[in-house]
């Protein structure tokens, strides 16, 4: 990896180290130039999910015209044949946890404030996930390093090799 690129992702740790804050886990990630050295699980998750951009948020939904947050998982985990539990909580604590996500991983947030897994996301790279954000809304990527997801991020998991 060029000099200048070990920069970018030390920096982006060291933003991500001080926007964590007092948040029980830290949003760590890990990032591999595009696409090299993912299998080719996590291309086609990622691939799924990118197609899934602009898709309407739909409760309940796991289907190309509406999804919710954890249907937006399924749909894009079912591209690569990986099959992961329904809800956003199931997958949390079903699914083998990681310290730092890679591409294709999965971010696991508390945004009801109830103590478990609420909301997640797929990590896309370059500090940005893709998900479903709630009614009225559409798939969209936001960037991790905001202060609202530091703050209730419970953890990552990586059902894909």
């Not at 909580?89 to 947030?109: C, K, N, S, T």
């Not at 508390?110 to 909301?119: E, M, P, V, W």
């Not at 996930?129 to 997801?149: C, D, F, K, N, Q």
């Amino acid at each position: 990896m060029p000099i200048r690129d070990q920069w970018r992702v030390w920096l982006l740790m060291l933003a991500l180290a001080l926007l964590a804050g007092c948040a029980g886990k830290q949003l760590a990630v890990e990032d591999p130039p595009p696409h090299e050295g993912l299998s080719m699980d996590r291309v086609l998750i990622l691939a799924a999910a990118e197609r899934a951009l602009g898709t309407p948020y739909r409760f309940g939904g796991d289907t190309p015209s509406g999804v919710d947050c954890s249907g937006l998982v399924q749909l894009a985990y079912q591209a690569a044949g990986i099959p992961v539990p329904r809800t956003a909580d199931d997958q949390f604590h079903r699914l083998p946890e990681v310290d730092r996500a890679r591409p294709g991983d999965l971010l696991f947030f508390d945004t009801s404030g109830g103590g478990k897994a609420s909301h997640v996301g797929i990590y896309r790279g370059n500090g940005q996930m893709i998900h479903a954000p709630g009614r009225g809304r559409r798939v969209e990527t936001s960037p991790v390093e905001l202060a609202y997801w530091q703050e209730r991020f419970l953890g990552a998991a990586a059902p894909a090799p």
